[in-house]
């Protein structure tokens, strides 16, 4: 154990004997230190000693002459044993005669070599030592002692052996082997060897052992002791003996502390047993301390650690509501600061524990308050005594620093499990979310990814790891070199990235990913690692097939073409252009050579500072890609946008020396894009548009937590107290609970059940039921059990409307004695009709089949030889995309003509370009056979040609709308499966009314 530079530096300023101290450097000797008592023999000042060399400084009173010296220190050096010169004869600094020996005795360092020397020189003009040299002894903060190098009997002892020791220097001295009779019994025969071995090898030395205070307890010393020889052989031994008992005390406590810190970050180390590990290493480095670590929790005490208490006491104090006066850690914990009590049987605090606390032999207890960084107690440090006491100041600072280990501690801990939890909510998150996150150290080629993330390339945890190489193989082959250069653009430039990838699952699926990356620098400004997030973008990729299409249109004629590739000065002056530069910017210029000018008169004038701002980058950072979009000149008018990587080329000194740049004409590229914006501004709105209720449900405290969207959906107000699991059920309809009910106790009971999915109908604040779909996560511990439900409601009541309707509609549509028939209009000619859909009455009065008739023109009714008139009206309407309802001839399959009603309406997009046509026909070969008989029932028909004019329209502009949904707009399975759902409602609706129609029919005939 080492005791403090300034403190020894202390003892040898202050020794009697004159001394210096000087380093082993052969050239100078530097003198580093010198003594008060030095000054008594010489006539030199402080500043003319230190740090100069020795030889030079001591050249007109040397006493040795230099090859003397030089000797000394050289044999000192090579032997690394104590030399004591002969009585020589010197003047002193009032130039008298004197006479003094000079013991020269060298100061090892942890490896054995000489690491200084330390010269004193001993005045023997005088017989005897004056007053002055024992009133400087007795100054020493330490045991000066001398003894027998053979016998180690001691010959003389300081007076400070009483305040250190508790011993007179009578009573030391009355006794042959005080010395070793009063070492601590585990020391004593280790630290007797090791003087003996030392003495045997002539070494000056030091060493620390424990010794017993005249009171009883333990006092550590580091013992320095030199040889004193004469005629060559060890005389005597001289030391100074330094109490270091505090010193040794914080040493190992700040062991203890380190090692409590390295249990602490072990993340499976249980708390309970780091702060048991920690009080009982107090109580080891403090004899007759006691310490307690109480938890505090609602207000109650619950014990953590408390290693050599009573168990009795222990349990006594055990759940203690938290008080004034309920002891000392109680009253800590209640008051939020420190209480002192040295005498348990006399303090008020201890009043109603007092006989509990006594009864166990504790007399003495002070408690120290362990406070949060939000300012709350959450536990309390005790220390006891079994006998009255006050702490002392060393005592005192060990409660203050322990309370501090400890608060870092237990934050530490409760941090950690915060941590947690949050951890387990992203990464469910996640998975609703299908978003990843993977952390890449690019030294060391180390990967970790998310287990969303996993799932998001189709791969299995425990049988891929990942790496760059391994990630490489998983992109898609067209993107693999693009993603490359992004990734590695970012890494040299330090800046975050966002793009967009093609990844290959082992299946076989390509999935559309997109993913962020942060770079993360060192103090040297070099990247060091990369984190970043993927998210699965596959189902609203497939919303822009045909944007997709026209991108790869687009790929395959720049593939196809040679990309632009120029070379310029660093003043931007053409040093050389390729082929397909010279076809497209040649018209630009009067000489179709024009190497020499200037690159930046091609660009439009709005991009002329974007084009110098890069070229400056490029040059700061010589061969780094740097990508730019440019709008250039194009012939004839407009704009040519195109997409540059700028280089700036170095020479072979590294200096840069020209740039190159790479083009792409990205002109329809860019329109594209503007196009996909929109789409994905639209997609962003209808995703704010949506309202879910999320809840957190607590199953241990039976308490659910609910979010903004709760309110929102169904108007209640959660905000004010606890929200039981029953207020939950009464609020479901009567006729859903049982089941609702009996499926979440099962799901709850089964440790194998993670996921909860379930329809049922919630009551709103105003008394309405909506129809609601939940998905709910179980959490488990380690036992299996549920404590916890996170989930997410979603109103489900307009779905559940229009798949009631579009039953109706499709039950209309199929059951109908009407033919219905949809066709789709040609784009490009909107009067060429192609059928994509007929129903069975369709089939029933013409004799052609779907299959027959799918893809085909309408006309193919008309027969060969169509009714002119009648064609040149429906052709007219299509034309003019306005309804029609006429009667014509049309022919069947087996070529009987038949007279039908056509009913013929246009379906219009968004845009209001028609892009189907729905055809009712009825056949009216009867009524016109015997059309004397209908028009005695005309008053009949009329109603049901309303009926068909309002009544059927409504559920057929449903059927159209929902066409329309499935035809133009990108949907998930699930959303398309719904949206069939409600066509077959609307349809079911639908043939209810027809059937209603040909009921009224009927009544004809």
Known sequence: MMVSNKYLNDMFRLLPVAGLVIQPDQERFTIIQVNDAFFGFFDYKQENLVYEDFLNVFKENLIL?????????????????????????????????GYLSINLAPI?????????????????????????????????????????????????????????????????????DFWQNHIHAQDREQAVRYCHFQLQDGKNHTFDYRMIHQNGRVVWIKDVVSIIYEGGQPKWLRGLMVDITETKRFSDLELLEKQILELNSQKDFPLEKVLYTYAEGIER??????????????????????????????????????????????????????????DIANHPKWTDYRELALSNNLHACWSHPIVNSEGGVIATFGIYYKEVKMPDEEELKIIDRSVAILKIILENRLNNDLIRETTLLMTQGQELAQFGNWQWDIASDVITWSDTLFAIYGLNKTAFKPSFERYKKLLHPDDRVN???????????????????????????????????????????EAIKLIGACLDITESKIIQEKLLASKARLRNLVDAQTNYVIRTDLEGNYTYYNNKYREDFGWFYADNNFLGTNCIDTVLPHHHSRVVEIGERCIERPNSVAPVE????????????????????????????????????????????????????????????TNDAIYDWDIVNDDIIWGEGFGRLFGWDNSKGKYPVKKWFARIHPSDLDKT??????????????????????????????????????????????VRMIGVLRDVTRQKQEEHRLKLMESVVTDTNDSVLIAESDPFDKTKLKIIY?????????????????????????????????????????????????????????????????????????????????????????RLNYIRAIEKQNKKFQEITWMQSHVVRAPLARLMGLVDLIKNYHNSDAERNELLDHILLSATEFDGIIRDISDKSSQLY
Not at 316 to 332: K, N
């Open 838 to 926: 007929v129903n069975e009455a369709f089939t029933k009065i013409t004799g052609y089949s779907a299959d027959e008739v799918m893809g085909k023109s309408p006309l193919i009714l008309s027969g060969k030889n169509p009714d002119i008139k009648d064609f040149n009206r429906m052709l007219k309407a299509i034309r003019n995309r306005e309804s029609l309802e006429f009667e014509t001839i049309q022919y069947k399959k087996n070529g009987d003509y038949f007279w039908v009603s056509l009913s013929l309406s246009p379906v219009a997009d968004e845009k209001g370009i028609s892009t189907h046509w729905i055809c009712i026909g009825h056949d009216v070969t009867e």
């Open 483 to 525: 993603i490359c250069l992004i990734i590695q653009n970012a890494i040299e430039s330090k800046v975050d990235v966002e793009f967009e990838e093609r990844i290959i699952r082992p299946s076989g699926e390509l999935r559309y990913v997109k993913s962020w990356a942060k770079i993360i620098v060192n103090q040297e400004g």
């Open 285 to 342: 480095v403090f004899s007759g301390m006691h310490c307690s670590i109480l938890q505090i929790k609602d207000g109650r005490m619950h014990n953590w650690a408390s290693p050599s208490l009573p168990k009795a006491y222990v349990e006594g104090i055990e759940g203690l509501v938290i008080g004034d006066y309920v002891g000392s850690c109680g009253s800590a914990a209640f008051l939020g600061e420190r209480v002192i009590v040295n």
């Open 741 to 786: 009910r009996q499926s979440l106790l099962n799901t709850l009971d089964n440790s194998g059940e993670r996921n909860w999915v379930m329809d049922y109908q919630f009551r709103k604040i105003n008394g309405d039921y909506a129809y609601v779909e939940e998905n709910s996560y179980v959490i488990r511990n380690e036992e299996g059990e549920a």
């Open 108 to 176: 090892l360092n942890e490896t054995e070599e000489v690491d200084l020397i330390m010269i004193s020189f001993l005045n023997v003009s005088e017989p005897e030592p004056d007053q002055r040299f024992h009133t400087l002894i007795q100054t020493v903060e330490g045991i000066v002692w001398e003894a027998d190098a053979q016998t180690l009997e001691f010959t003389f002892i300081s007076g400070q052996v009483k305040s250190i020791l508790g011993f007179s220097p009578d009573e030391w001295l009355s006794e042959k």
């Open 630 to 689: 440019v709008d250039n000149v194009k012939e004839g008018g407009g704009i040519r946008s195109i997409l540059w990587h700028f280089v700036c080329l170095t020479d072979s000194e590294g200096e840069p020396s020209e740039m190159q740049c790479i083009g792409i004409d990205i002109s329809e590229l860019k329109q594209a894009e503007n196009d996909l914006r929109i789409s994905n501004e639209r997609y962003e709105y209808v995703n704010k548009a």
């Open 65 to 97: 002459n230099s090859n003397d010296w030089k000797s000394l220190f050289l044999n000192i050096i090579s032997e690394r044993v104590a030399e004591t010169t002969s009585v020589l004869k010197y003047k002193n600094k009032w130039n008298k005669d």
